[in-house]
């Protein structure tokens, strides 16, 4: 009698998250992973805010790119109209489904995912957000699968500033059009960042003086010293 072969299951597939505030570089080096991680011959995806692409399923891929839609293409005027609670659940629905219909399916296939910036700034602009509950922000992510690293790229908003060149409203927190509101939100939102990287036990990397090849190489060796993923 023969015994039936069984496909081996795929060893679980690793996520590795980038956060930081607005211009720290985080997908300047998620790209640069997921790239690096590709010509090392492994599996591995790189997800962003524009990644609409649902796996061999054009429906629902068709669903989500909807979804991104509704999210990230609108108009400032009918974003500030829709209001800050609203957005929370939007993104949080972006969040949910990006998890469930993507990075889950991946993760289970043995795909390594690159995520370029989670939930965590998100949930740090809705804590220093006097007009939305905390507890409610904190919330509504919590189901979310939980990265087997998070790389916090840290660095003063002033310096993120300089690299970015120029800001949207909501990047100052709709404080006002001018450099230094962008630098007192930013670094708030930094504080912000900070308290969660304790909690979380993220690997911090101080990139303030780091150019991209230094942030590149400290992060490669951090995934092969946490996870023992070569590169
Ligand atoms: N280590 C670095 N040194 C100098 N400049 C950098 C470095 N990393 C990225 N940059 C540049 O800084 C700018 C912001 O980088 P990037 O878009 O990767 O940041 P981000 O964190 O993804 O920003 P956002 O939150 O706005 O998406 C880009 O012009 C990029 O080329
Ligand atoms: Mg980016």
Redesign the pocket.
Known sequence: MTVAAHPATPARGREIT?T????????????RLHRALTDAGHQALLI??HSTEVPMDPELSAYVDHLNEVVYRRDARVAQACGDHYWLLALAAWYTLQDKLVIQPALAAGTHVIL??AHH?ILARYTVNADVSTRLAEQVFTHLTEPDLVIF?SIGARE?LA???S?TSL?TGHSGGGDEDFIRYQDSVLAQLREQEQRGGWLSLD?TD??????FKTAASALADHLQLTI
Do not use: P, Y
């Not at 780091?210 to 942030?215: A, E, F, G, I, S």
């Open positions: 980038i930081g505030i607005d211009g720290a570089g985080k997908s300047t080096l998620a790209s962003g805010k370029d910036n700034k790229l993120a690299r970015k060149g800001f990047e990139v780091m150019d991209r090849n230094t942030v």
